[in-house]
């Protein structure tokens, strides 16, 4: 069964830094893109970052640029998101999700979220 | 960035009943759409991908259509478990877009 399990989430400042795991099981990790996808309260969702299978390319969307960092560890299974300068705006539930393999980036499997609030 | 915009932004529905839930794209995306359902504090599931296909483990009540700039969502003999909000997705250019979303609830 596959599982994905997110943690590291809470209340930060902002101007400060967050890093956010997401722990991977019942599948080949290192096989598949993976991503993070958040959603601000009572809002949509949002694509924010991409990493392929082996690490070696990473998607952003603009306003995360230069201050986010997604990456993973394939001998863990697990992937991470650094997330630096932080602002009111980043205020949201972030999942990880699964990007399948092949194809167009659809996501078919998400966890079940970790919030991240950013107040002072 | 591709815009989509999905509608409606709500509906109310009886148990039985036909439902559609329509997205634009801002422009071609070529078929590369999905749609997500999302329960009430549960995270999201794919439904359907490359706008008709349907997902692993889906009832077929769910269905796909469109093609270009407009798709559809069809729930047919509504559920009780299908109450949620819908969500689509463009896959065809980064950055990933998704609709504002359709909460779906019984009448």
Same mark, same amino acid.
């Given at each position: 069964?596959?599982?994905?399990?997110?943690?590291?989430?809470?209340?930060?400042?902002p101007?400060?830094?967050?890093k956010?795991?997401?722990?991977?099981?019942g !599948? $080949?990790? &290192?096989?598949?893109?993976?991503?993070w996808?958040?959603?601000?309260?009572?809002?949509? =969702?949002?694509?924010?970052? +991409?990493?392929?299978?082996?690490?070696?390319?990473?998607y952003?969307?603009?306003?995360?640029?230069?201050? !986010? $960092?997604? &990456?993973?560890?394939?001998?863990?299974?697990?992937?991470?998101?650094?997330?630096?300068? =932080?602002r009111?705006?980043? +205020?949201?539930?972030?999942?990880?999700?699964r990007?399948?393999?092949?194809?167009?980036?659809?996501?078919?499997?998400?966890?079940?979220?970790?919030?991240?609030?950013?107040?002072? | 960035?591709?815009?989509?915009?999905?509608?409606?932004?709500?509906?109310?529905?009886?148990?039985?009943?036909?439902v559609?839930?329509?997205?634009?794209?801002?422009?071609?995306?070529?078929?590369?759409?999905?749609?997500?359902?999302?329960?009430?504090?549960?995270?999201?599931?794919?439904?359907?991908?490359?706008?008709?296909?349907?997902?692993?483990?889906?009832?077929?009540?769910?269905?796909?259509?469109?093609?270009?700039?407009?798709?559809?969502?069809?729930?047919?003999?509504?559920?009780?478990?299908?109450?949620?909000?819908?969500y689509?997705?463009?896959?065809?250019?980064?950055?990933?877009?998704f609709?504002?979303?359709?909460?779906?609830?019984?009448?």
């Open positions: 069964e596959v599982q994905l399990v997110e943690s590291g989430g809470g209340l930060v400042q101007g400060r830094s967050l956010l795991s997401c722990a991977a099981s !599948f $080949t990790f &290192s096989d598949y893109a993976m991503a996808v958040r959603q601000a309260p009572k809002k949509g =969702l949002e694509w924010v970052a +991409t990493i392929i299978y082996d690490g070696s390319s990473t952003y969307r603009d306003s995360v640029k230069g201050r !986010f $960092t997604i &990456s993973r560890d394939n001998a863990k299974s697990t992937l991470y998101l650094q997330m630096d300068s =932080l009111s705006e980043d +205020t949201a539930t972030y999942y990880c999700a990007r399948e393999l092949g194809g167009p980036p659809y996501f078919d499997y998400w966890g079940q979220g970790v919030m991240v609030t950013v107040s002072s | 960035d591709i815009r989509m915009t999905q509608s409606p932004a709500s509906l109310s529905a009886s148990l039985g009943e036909t559609n839930i329509e997205c634009l794209a801002s422009e071609d995306i070529y078929s590369d759409l999905a749609w997500y359902q999302q329960k009430p504090g549960k995270s999201p599931q794919l439904l359907i991908y490359n706008a008709n296909s349907l997902q692993n483990g889906v009832p077929s009540r769910f269905s796909g259509s469109g093609s270009g700039t407009q798709y559809s969502l069809k729930i047919s003999r509504l559920q009780v478990e299908d109450i949620g909000s819908y689509c997705q463009q896959a065809h250019s980064n950055p990933y877009t609709g504002a979303g359709t909460k779906l609830e019984l009448k």
